[in-house]
């Protein structure tokens, strides 16, 4: 009986250890955030190895990398909800393949997005369940974006 109870204990501090906690301005902004997993309700995917960056500013501005051009526009967070709006772009054109890839992308950050992030701050996921998107992302110290 021991044993189940120290299996239960153990099992439930494991639960917390990967739990979330709502997404602030504190644990979001002035870091960078690595693409690891995209899904789309079309089943479109994204090559993750793109290095494909977004990063949140305390002045309301979003910057990133589509993994061919760099982005930026503005966004709002109420009650772990994002919007992300007035996205600019770079124009360079890296193929047809990865334009769709871009496009796709650039579309999934323009809708009402869900955020969670992990309690260990490592993790930030975006989502709209209506259209079956799930953006995940893990902090990134090494890559800076360009002040924009």
């Known amino acids: 009986m021991k044993n189940l109870f120290f299996v239960a204990v153990v099992f439930a501090f494991a639960l917390v250890g990967c739990s979330s906690k709502q997404v602030t301005s504190e644990n979001l902004v002035d870091k960078e955030w690595k693409l690891v997993e995209y899904v789309d309700g079309s089943a479109y995917s994204i090559d993750v190895n793109e290095n494909i960056i977004i990063s949140f500013r305390d002045s309301a501005m979003v910057a990133g990398n589509t993994g061919c051009n760099l982005f ?67 902090k990134s110290d090494g890559i800076e974006l360009p002040n924009m």
């Open 72 to 138: 930026i526009g503005t966004y709002s967070l109420n009650d772990s909800k994002i919007e992300i709006e007035s996205i600019g772009l770079t124009k360079v054109f890296c193929g047809e393949e990865k334009a769709q890839m871009e496009q796709s992308y650039l579309n999934a950050l323009s809708l009402e997005l869900d955020a969670e992030i992990s309690s260990n701050g490592e993790e930030l996921i975006l989502k709209n369940a209506e259209k079956g998107i799930s953006i995940r992302y893990i």
